[in-house]
Structures are given as structure tokens and as C-alpha cells.
């Protein structure tokens, strides 16, 4: 499982952030085509990271590129740019449509074919901004087997439903919940979407905390200080790796023993239990073979 | 006279600006800025390259005001800069 904590947001056209943002340690870069290029400059911004696909570094970072939304002429070029040169997916804007993302899942499969990549292997994730695409969060999710993660809006989101952002996030809550059902219904990650205050660490670690609580396994981020913070709140303590280890150890000798019931500390447990104590060592980075 | 520009002078950047050359001339480069006095000669190559893989053939000046690029950066910036000059598609 690819951990998917933190995807760092770099300007398209910024060479500096381009090639120095994955050393910031986030699990993910997301290469920006929107709204951190004017207009102007989308031919050179896509020519600049087609380059820095091709000859840069980004270590273990998962490589994803924001294009232009599917409602402009910009999109395609967009992906013909990038797709051909090793990114692991596409971030797409404002989706509302789940025949956009077929029709996206179709021009990535012909770039695929012409450029010898494997077909499905370029992801798409989508930014549901709008009250309508929220509404169609499942449907979206579920539109192709590319979708490997869905993300509410922040600012675009809250302009649609006519309220504004606030330092407790009520208004966010409502769609939030759904793009969690949405997202693990159809089986992709739940992505949340950027903490704008850069200087509120505290505040950053409060809704790290509350959008981890209702079921996000990660933050997009616009500033290299919040990753430390997002990845303390998503990484397991040891005191949660060594309860998990003994449950998962516990079940998989009551399988060998072809028992259903399972101890752990005088206390039995059942299998949705010993399934998010899986989930929590694969946050830790451990795999089942590791387990004892 | 046509011109045409991309890139900028930041950090780790540079502007690399195309403008017709002298009939006969060919591609001329110049190179200016922070590392022309180091690297002019491996840099000058870059540009080069990169306006042959794009089947350059007319007569142009490439000028190359250089804050720090890395030779991609470089190759990146021109390759957008003569597209931009010879109308061709990014």
C-alpha cells in the first residue's frame, strides 16, 4: 500500500520548487498545470516539467500532475505533455462528471499505447469543488478503475455553497463525510484538501486530527513546514504498532489453528478489529510477513 | 523585429529570449548571467541541441540571461522560447 500522508503542491512553471520540492519528505508532489500557471505560460510550464519528468529526481515521492479542469481546451495537452514520461497519475480540477473521467480514462489509454506504458497504469485523482461533483462523489469514484483517490474542494467549494471558510471548518464538515462514504464505498483513497493558514501549526494538527478521525488517510499541502505535522498526526505510535502486531499475530495463528474467535489481552476480538490493525501497520510501513 | 521570451530570472532559472538573426547568420547564442563565465561553453551547447531537435534552420539570435539553471532548466527554457518564436506547439 502507498502511503499517501502528504502531497506537497508545486508550481508548474517554478523551476527551484520543481526540482527541490520532493527533498521536503512528503509522500507525494503534485505538479501543478491550474491555477499556479497563468494562462500565459501553460506552453512553458508543460514543456518545464515534461523535462523534469524526464531527467529530474523525486526519489520515493508518488509523481502526480494537477492539469487544466476537463472544461477548458487545455486538458488534453496537458496530458500528452506529462502522461509519456513517468508520472504515477493525474490530479483533475472540479470534476462533476463521470463522463469526463471515462473520457479522460480514454485519452490517457490511447497516450498509454503510443508510448509503450502499461494500460490503467497512469491514476486519476479527482478534486470534487463544486456542490454538484460532492453530491456525485461516488459515481465519480467509481467511474473507472483509474480512480485511485477523490478530494473535496477548499475554497472553490465553499464559494459554491454560498458560505465562506472558517477557522473551524463547520462548513466542510457535510461534504467531507460524504467524500469519505463516497471514497471508501468505491474503494480509493480519501484525500483532504489543504490547510490555507500556513502559521496555524496548531490548527493544522487540529483538522489533521479531525479529518483523520472521520476516515481521510491524507492532506494535500501548499507549505514543506506542514509535513512534519501531518505525518505525526497519520503515523502510528508504538504503543498502536505493538497492540496492532499482537492482534494481527493473534488472528493469524487462530487461522492456523482454524479457531474464528480471537484473544488479545484478555479481550476478544472480531475481524473488522483485526482488519484496521492491518490498516494500521500498513500506515507504520509494516507488511503481514513482518508479523510473527 | 520578431522576439519572443520564456522563463524568468529567479533562483535556478533563467530567461532565454529568441529574436531574428542577420540573413545568413544561422543560430547564434549569447550567454549571460551567473554561471556564462563557467559553464558558457557546455551551456551554448545545450542551446544549440536543443534548436536542432527542433529542426531550427532559419536565422535567429538566442540570447540566455541565466540566474543558476540547471542544464535542463535550460534545455526547457529554450526548447519553449523558439517554439514560442517559430509558432510551433508545446
Known amino acids: ?292 | 523585429m520578431k522576439t519572443t521570451s520564456a522563463g524568468t530570472i529567479e533562483s535556478m532559472d533563467c530567461l532565454v529570449t529568441v529574436s531574428e538573426g542577420s540573413p545568413g547568420s544561422g543560430v547564434t547564442v549569447a550567454i549571460t548571467g551567473s554561471s556564462a563565465a563557467r559553464f558558457s561553453t557546455a551551456m551554448k551547447k545545450t542551446v544549440l541541441a536543443t534548436a536542432q531537435e527542433l529542426a531550427c534552420s532559419g536565422d535567429m539570435t538566442i540570447a540566455v540571461q541565466d540566474n543558476g539553471a540547471l542544464d535542463l532548466v535550460l534545455a526547457a527554457r529554450t526548447k519553449a522560447a523558439v517554439l514560442r518564436f517559430t509558432g510551433g506547439a508545446a
Not at chain 1, 500532475?65 to 496530458?79: A, E, F, H
Not at chain 1, 509503450?116 to 470534487?128: E, H, P, V, Y
Not at chain 1, 460524504?178 to 501549526?201: N, P, Q
Open chain 1, 1 to 292: 500500500m502507498r502511503l499517501r500522508r502528504t502531497k506537497l503542491y508545486l508550481p508548474g512553471n517554478n523551476p527551484n520548487m520543481l526540482l527541490r520540492g520532493h527533498l521536503f519528505g512528503s509522500d507525494g508532489v503534485i505538479l501543478d498545470l491550474e491555477d499556479a500557471v497563468a494562462l500565459s505560460e501553460k506552453d512553458t510550464a508543460r514543456i518545464l516539467i515534461q523535462q523534469v519528468l524526464k531527467r529530474g529526481e523525486f526519489g520515493e515521492c508518488e509523481v502526480t500532475v494537477r492539469i487544466n479542469g476537463m472544461d477548458t481546451d487545455l486538458w488534453r495537452q496537458d496530458i500528452e505533455a506529462v502522461v509519456p514520461f513517468g508520472v504515477h497519475g493525474v490530479r483533475v480540477p472540479k470534476v462533476e462528471n463521470p463522463g469526463d473521467m471515462q473520457l479522460l480514462d480514454e485519452a490517457l489509454s490511447e497516450i498509454e499505447d503510443k508510448a509503450g506504458i502499461a494500460q490503467g497504469s497512469t491514476l486519476i485523482f479527482c478534486l470534487l469543488e463544486t456542490a454538484l461533483g460532492i453530491h456525485r462523489a461516488y459515481d465519480i469514484a467509481s467511474s473507472t478503475k483509474r480512480i485511485a483517490g477523490i478530494c473535496p474542494g477548499g475554497e472553490d467549494l465553499t464559494a459554491d455553497l454560498h458560505t465562506s471558510r472558517s477557522d473551524s471548518g463547520v462548513e466542510l464538515v457535510g461534504p467531507r463525510r460524504m467524500v469519505v462514504l463516497a471514497a471508501h464505498a468505491a474503494g480509493v483513497c480519501a484525500l483532504d484538501t489543504v490547510f490555507s493558514r500556513i502559521t496555524d501549526e496548531e490548527g493544522l494538527r487540529e483538522e489533521t486530527e479531525f479529518v483523520k478521525q472521520l476516515g481521510f488517510e491524507g492532506k494535500s499541502v501548499i507549505h514543506p513546514n506542514q509535513i512534519p505535522i501531518i505525518h505525526s498526526v497519520f503515523t502510528p505510535t508504538e504503543k498502536e504498532i505493538d497492540k496492532a502486531k499482537r492482534i494481527v499475530a493473534a488472528a493469524k495463528d487462530a487461522a492456523k489453528r482454524g479457531l474464528g474467535a480471537v484473544q488479545v489481552d484478555g479481550k476478544m476480538v472480531d475481524r473488522p478489529v483485526v482488519k484496521r490493525a492491518e490498516f494500521t501497520l500498513q500506515r507504520a510501513g509494516i507488511t503481514q510477513e513482518e508479523v510473527q
